[in-house]
């Protein structure tokens, strides 16, 4: 008995490269476009569609692969880039680059999602635009006009213009907007609110208190040298 472990872990050893290329046959053999679900998420290869400018729509001899959803779409992951697309029956894509890795990104309790679109900056290099939509009509309520935006959260999500995204931890889990303008947006997509957003130095403890690290043209790490005195910091 003693020697039935060392011989199962072998045997899957050597059982491991026809695994893999069974996996890798049936990957070959799977559709390319196989007939989307209704109320789920399907995987297309970015070979199923036309593009036109940067947004993708189902090449026509595809439109009968397509089971939409009472809104009219459904949900298609592009296996090359990992886009997101809620795609019409007619094959437009209705709601491009949805976001779904973040913690209230999908589904947001608050049904509101964000996605992305892509536009050119003025030498022709590609800037993302966010906005928000209706995760159960996808009906876009705020146009993709922001630089960043923030998912949902108890009723409101918040967005900025001319501004910066920074992490405060490796993972990302917090992150905060500096130097620009700042929006705060009902479920309705209605502006509620407005204000001019401080900069790094205001987010720890003023001026030369803050290190920036940028990771791309409008987003990085930035890490306090000094922090504002908490309420806890003065007690004995």
């Known amino acids: 008995m003693a020697l039935a472990a060392p011989v199962a872990q072998a045997t899957f050893r050597l059982a491991l490269p026809i695994l893999a290329s069974l996996c890798a046959s049936l990957a070959a053999a799977a559709p390319m476009c196989p007939t989307t679900h209704a109320h789920g998420t399907s995987e297309w290869s970015v070979r199923c569609f036309d593009k036109q400018g940067d947004t993708l729509k189902v090449k026509p001899r595809y439109l009968g692969k397509l089971r939409v959803n009472r809104a009219g779409v459904t949900l298609i992951m592009v296996s090359e880039t990992f886009a ?16 779904f890795v973040g913690d209230f990104d999908l589904p947001n309790p608050d049904g509101i999602g964000r996605f992305d679109v892509v536009t050119r900056d003025a030498a022709g290099e590609p800037e993302y635009r966010c906005g928000y939509y209706d995760q159960k009509t996808y009906r876009i309520i705020v146009a ?26 490796e993972d990302c889990h917090d992150s905060v907007f500096t130097d620009g303008q700042a929006f705060g947006f009902d479920r309705r997509g209605t ?8 900069s790094p130095d205001d ?23 000094r922090r504002k005195p908490g309420p806890f910091d003065r007690i004995d």
Not at 146 to 161: K, Q, T
Not at 206 to 225: N, Q, R
């Open 84 to 99: 997101l697309l809620a795609v019409g029956r007619d094959g437009t894509t209705v709601i491009p680059n949805i976001r």
């Open 144 to 169: 993709p006009t922001y630089a960043h935006c923030s998912p949902f959260h108890e009723g409101r999500g918040v967005a900025c213009v001319d501004c910066n995204d920074y992490c405060r931890d």
């Open 191 to 198: 502006i509620v609110t407005s204000w001019r957003l401080g």
């Open 203 to 225: 987010q720890c403890d003023g001026p030369g208190s803050a290190s920036v690290e940028h990771k791309g043209k409008h987003w990085g790490m930035l890490t306090c040298l």
